[in-house]
Structure formats: structure tokens, C-alpha cells
């Protein structure tokens, strides 16, 4: 979790991300958040965010994006 | 080789499966903007070992995307007769990949940058302003005003008729004395905020505080409906920097440094 909340504060120093649910949904995040994340989470977790897996819910919060890591983890 | 682009699902599922895999990119585009330019046949493409260019053309000039892997370089590109535009946005505070030599050794230069900035609706002292929106009358005037004032490969000016339907939106608002076109500011929606477009200011008003007073009518025109105001400025600007700045915008980290490749 440590590793991720890093990420995401050098990415957007300016988003509450323990509070914000919605990261996607409430429009905190935008496609360039998303892209450079997933670029973020390859490289950091040494994972493949599959195609179908790159869907809003999957980035709407903190506890979302480490499931989804988790996940690929385990794949 | 390069190629021209027809089936649109085919691109978007191309795309996502590129950003799945982490590779490099400055193609930032949703499924439906990805749709209308395959659709309108404005894209085509030239793939090789690595990674794949996607052209958009536009009057006088191309716009450049690229997909690359991890660890490739840009290749040389093929000649296409008009100036090549690479516009990237990245975080300032990251080492840049493919970095801007790697770009240079294929015949890119530095064109200019720009950078983010931000202003929670929470920190502004708001003021009261009898604010003006442009009228569909000054759409020539403010049209023209636009085209002398902004640099004309990657300021996303609009045509005229976007400039009219967002005049008709009540998006323009206008500085005026006697009845005479001081400045304009164009701004558009953005999920829970609002986003300056485009401001500028006639030559012989400048220095008098009118871009100053539109950024405050913005505040003013969007107050019940923006949580933050954005924009993105010019590095080289220090004038405009400092006027945002001392409006207490801050920078988000983001940076966007457009290259160049003339023929």
C-alpha cells in the first residue's frame, strides 16, 4: 500500500486519495492519470493490467487499485 | 509503411491493449475522440520494431503520437511534407521516457512548454463583478483576436463555429471599453471544475490589469458550479505566470513540452 500511495502522490500531489471514493466517477482522475498509472503499476509490480481490467471501478479508490494489483499479483 | 486507418473498434482495442502493457505514450485520448478520427479518416500510422507512430493531420501541420515499449527508442520517422508536432504531457518531477534527446536525434527540437496550474473554488475570495459575455456579434472580432494572439500548432484553437456554439454557452466572457474589444476568455467545462482555454488581451491594452479581471470573471461566472479552475500556461510567459500566481494558482505537477520537427 505504501508503494502505491507513493505513486499516486507524485502523480496527482493535489487529489485526496484516502478520502475520494470516486477517484474516476467524480472526474479527479483523467485518462492521463489513468495511463500513466497503469504504466506506474507495470513497472512497480512487475504486472500486466489487462485490457478489461482497465475500467473505472477498477480506479475509483485506493482499496480498488491494490485489489486490482493484488489480483494480477496472484495471476 | 504508411498506413491509412479504417476499422475504429480495431484502434481502440489496440490502444487499450498497449496502455495495458505499460508502454510509453502521449495518446491520452477517450474511446470516442479515438472513434472520430478514424472516422473522419484524419489518422494513419507507421509501425516498426518497438513501437507504432499515429499521424493526425491538420491544416498545416501533422500532430504525433507514439506507442513504444519498454526500453525502445523513437524512430526515424518518414518525411511528410509539413511541420511535425510532439506535444507530451508529463510529470515535472519524473525523468522523462523516450527522453527529449532521443526525440532530438530524430530531427525534433524544443518548441515551447507549458505547465499546469490549479485554484480550489475553497480558496478563492470571491468578488462581487457585473461580468459580460461575448455576444454572437464580436465572434469575428474575438475570432481574429484569437488567431493573432495564440501560436498555431498546439494551442487546440477552435474553428469559428466551436468558438460560436461556446459564445451561444455562455463560455466567452469579454473585457469591453466603448463598446471595443479589450479581451476575451474562453473556458469550457470539466467534471467538477472549469477549465481556461484561452484568454489574451488586445496589444495596446496590455499591462492594464484586463487579463487579471477576466480570470476574476471567470471565478465570478462559474463560482456555484466549479469545485477547481485550471489551466495550463506558457513556461516562457513570466507576465501571465505571475498574474496566476499571485491569484494563488498553484502548479499540479504536470508539464507539457511541445517538439518540433520542420521539413
Same mark, same amino acid.
Given at each position: 500500500?505504501?508503494?502505491?500511495?507513493?505513486?499516486?502522490?507524485?502523480?496527482?500531489?493535489?487529489?485526496?486519495?484516502?478520502?475520494?471514493?470516486?477517484?474516476?466517477?467524480?472526474?479527479?482522475?483523467?485518462?492521463?492519470?489513468?495511463?500513466?498509472?497503469?504504466?506506474?503499476?507495470?513497472?512497480?509490480?512487475?504486472?500486466?493490467?489487462?485490457?478489461?481490467?482497465?475500467?473505472?471501478?477498477?480506479?475509483?479508490?485506493?482499496?480498488?487499485?491494490?485489489?486490482?494489483?493484488?489480483?494480477?499479483?496472484?495471476? | $509503411?504508411?498506413?491509412?486507418?479504417?476499422?475504429?473498434?480495431?484502434?481502440?482495442?489496440?490502444?487499450?491493449?498497449?496502455?495495458?502493457?505499460?508502454?510509453?505514450?502521449?495518446? %491520452?485520448?477517450?474511446?470516442?475522440?479515438?472513434?472520430?478520427? +478514424?472516422?473522419?479518416?484524419?489518422?494513419?500510422?507507421?509501425?516498426?520494431?518497438?513501437?507504432? &507512430?499515429?499521424?493526425?493531420?491538420? #491544416?498545416?501541420? &501533422?500532430?504525433?503520437?507514439?506507442?513504444?515499449?519498454?526500453?525502445?527508442?523513437?524512430?526515424?520517422?518518414? #518525411?511528410?511534407?509539413?511541420?511535425?508536432?510532439?506535444?507530451?504531457?508529463?510529470?515535472?518531477?519524473?525523468?522523462?521516457?523516450?527522453?527529449?534527446?532521443?526525440?532530438?536525434?530524430?530531427?525534433?527540437?524544443?518548441?515551447?512548454?507549458?505547465?499546469?496550474?490549479?485554484?480550489?473554488?475553497?480558496?478563492?475570495?470571491?468578488?462581487?463583478?457585473? +461580468?459580460?459575455?461575448?455576444?454572437?456579434?464580436?465572434?469575428?472580432?474575438?475570432?481574429?483576436?484569437?488567431?493573432?494572439?495564440? #501560436?498555431?500548432?498546439?494551442?487546440?484553437?477552435?474553428?469559428?463555429?466551436?468558438?460560436?456554439?461556446?459564445?451561444?454557452?455562455?463560455?466567452?466572457?469579454?473585457?469591453?471599453?466603448?463598446?471595443?474589444?479589450?479581451?476575451?476568455?474562453? %473556458?469550457?467545462?470539466?467534471?467538477?471544475?472549469? $477549465?481556461?482555454?484561452?484568454?489574451?488581451?488586445?496589444?495596446?491594452?496590455?499591462?492594464?490589469?484586463?487579463?487579471?479581471?477576466?480570470?476574476?470573471?471567470?471565478?465570478?461566472?462559474?463560482?456555484?458550479?466549479?469545485?477547481?479552475?485550471?489551466?495550463?500556461?506558457?513556461?516562457?510567459?513570466?507576465?501571465?505566470?505571475?498574474? &496566476?500566481?499571485?491569484?494563488?494558482?498553484?502548479?499540479?505537477?504536470?508539464?507539457?513540452?511541445?517538439?518540433?520537427?520542420?521539413?
Amino acid at each position: 500500500m505504501e508503494t502505491l500511495m507513493k505513486i499516486l502522490v507524485e502523480l496527482r500531489p493535489d487529489v485526496d486519495f484516502e478520502e475520494n471514493k470516486e477517484l474516476v466517477d467524480s472526474g479527479e482522475l483523467d485518462s492521463f492519470d489513468i495511463v500513466s498509472l497503469v504504466g506506474e503499476l507495470c513497472d512497480a509490480y512487475d504486472i500486466e493490467v489487462g485490457a478489461e481490467d482497465i475500467v473505472p471501478e477498477n480506479f475509483n479508490s485506493v482499496e480498488a487499485i491494490m485489489a486490482l494489483v493484488e489480483r494480477l499479483q496472484e495471476d | $509503411m504508411i498506413k491509412k486507418m479504417i476499422d475504429g473498434q480495431a484502434f481502440w482495442q489496440e490502444i487499450i491493449n498497449r496502455i495495458s502493457k505499460g508502454e510509453r505514450t502521449n495518446f %491520452f485520448f477517450s474511446e470516442e475522440e479515438a472513434l472520430f478520427f +478514424v472516422g473522419n479518416k484524419k489518422i494513419s500510422r507507421v509501425d516498426f520494431t518497438g513501437g507504432v &507512430y499515429f499521424f493526425i493531420e491538420e #491544416e498545416s501541420f &501533422y500532430r504525433l503520437y507514439y506507442f513504444l515499449e519498454k526500453g525502445k527508442i523513437p524512430e526515424v520517422l518518414p #518525411e511528410y511534407g509539413k511541420p511535425m508536432i510532439l506535444e507530451e504531457v508529463l510529470l515535472a518531477a519524473k525523468e522523462r521516457v523516450p527522453s527529449e534527446d532521443s526525440w532530438q536525434r530524430i530531427g525534433f527540437k524544443p518548441y515551447l512548454q507549458r505547465k499546469r496550474m490549479y485554484l480550489a473554488s475553497k480558496n478563492i475570495t470571491f468578488e462581487e463583478r457585473k +461580468v459580460t459575455f461575448a455576444s454572437e456579434e464580436m465572434l469575428e472580432e474575438i475570432f481574429q483576436l484569437m488567431q493573432d494572439s495564440f #501560436e498555431p500548432y498546439s494551442s487546440a484553437l477552435p474553428t469559428k463555429e466551436e468558438l460560436l456554439l461556446d459564445i451561444q454557452k455562455q463560455n466567452v466572457l469579454i473585457s469591453c471599453k466603448d463598446q471595443k474589444l479589450l479581451g476575451f476568455l474562453h %473556458f469550457g467545462d470539466i467534471k467538477q471544475g472549469s $477549465m481556461l482555454w484561452h484568454i489574451a488581451v488586445m496589444p495596446q491594452a496590455r499591462g492594464l490589469g484586463i487579463g487579471e479581471g477576466l480570470v476574476k470573471d471567470w471565478f465570478t461566472a462559474q463560482r456555484d458550479i466549479a469545485k477547481k479552475f485550471l489551466l495550463w500556461v506558457r513556461t516562457d510567459n513570466p507576465p501571465a505566470l505571475q498574474m &496566476y500566481e499571485k491569484l494563488g494558482f498553484l502548479p499540479d505537477g504536470r508539464v507539457a513540452p511541445v517538439m518540433i520537427k520542420t521539413t
